[in-house]
């Protein structure tokens, strides 16, 4: 079926020039010299042309997609003790997603505790409170940290909270967020 109000299949620019190719066996870096070839010749029926491209695309399965290429490891030291501390806050429109995390306490004595959440501002959502008696912290591998991927946004963003636990003290809390955008 051809786009409504497009040119002729055989009258259009992608299908003249991909017609004998496998579509499975385009790379992407092909897929972009065709399209920019076309801005570069202003082709008639620009609009349709694209959209061709697109469903050609989709059809041998080369469709760009997946995570931004960006991702960062986010530090942040909390010398705070009962107190909610923001670590991560994307900006407004973006989506990122919690990799991994650790945390290295200084000068700790007896059990540190943490509790991790995700905070509006408003309300702390819990996602694990766990106690470490260990100078290296690692809540993703505690048992109760939630088996599934944690997203973060300007409106849902990643907090933590540390205290000392029966008496445990220590002088900070350095903790390693590894996100990665996915929007």
Same mark, same amino acid.
């Given at each position: 079926?051809?786009?409504?109000?497009? *040119?002729?299949?055989e009258d259009s620019r992608v299908y003249t020039d991909l017609k004998t190719l496998d579509l499975s066996q385009l790379s992407q870096d092909e897929f972009n010299t065709?399209?920019?070839?076309?801005?570069?010749?202003?082709?008639? !029926?620009?609009e349709d042309e694209y959209r061709r491209l697109i469903l050609l695309?989709?059809? !041998?399965?080369?469709?760009?997609? !997946?995570?931004?290429a960006q991702s960062?490891?986010?530090?942040?030291?909390?010398?705070?003790?009962?107190?909610?501390?923001?670590?991560?806050?994307?900006?407004? =429109?973006?989506?990122?997603r919690i990799l991994g995390l650790a945390g290295v306490v200084a000068n700790r004595s007896g059990t540190v505790r943490t509790q991790i959440y995700i905070s509006d =501002?408003?309300?702390?959502?819990?996602?694990?409170?766990?106690?470490? +008696?260990? +100078?290296?912290?690692?809540?993703? +591998? *505690?048992?109760?940290?939630?088996?599934?991927a944690i997203f973060l946004t300007n409106d849902t963003y990643f907090a933590i909270e540390n205290t000392g636990s029966g008496g445990g003290?220590? *002088?900070y809390v350095e903790w390693y967020l590894n996100v990665i955008r996915v929007r």
């Open positions: 079926m051809t786009l409504p109000f497009a *040119d002729k299949p065709l399209r920019q070839s076309m801005e570069s010749q202003g082709v008639n !029926g620009l695309q989709m059809a !041998g399965n080369n469709f760009p997609s !997946g995570p931004l960062k490891i986010v530090t942040k030291r909390i010398t705070s003790t009962g107190v909610v501390e923001t670590v991560f806050r994307p900006a407004v =429109g973006e989506v990122w =501002g408003t309300t702390d959502m819990d996602i694990v409170l766990f106690d470490a +008696s260990s +100078s290296n912290l690692r809540p993703m +591998s *505690d048992a109760d940290y939630p088996d599934t003290t220590y *002088d």
